[in-house]
């Protein structure tokens, strides 16, 4: 979870401070909904960080 966390913290949707812990919590997976609802509309959220979402954020 560490890649996702450092993938989500420059996109500047990680609105609260991030915790480099590695750890899929609460601020993390606010982070990748509000990259799913940007992205591709609120439709096809689903809060996993898949290899669609991080194709995304590379």
Known sequence: MALTNNYLS??????????????FGDRTHKAVINVQQSAFGK???????GPITLAELN
Do not use: Q
Request: hydrophobic content about 50%; cysteine-free.
């Open 43 to 49: 439709e096809v959220v689903d809060g996993v960080a």
């Open 10 to 23: 420059p996109v500047n949707f990680f609105y609260l401070k991030i915790i480099y812990d590695g750890d």
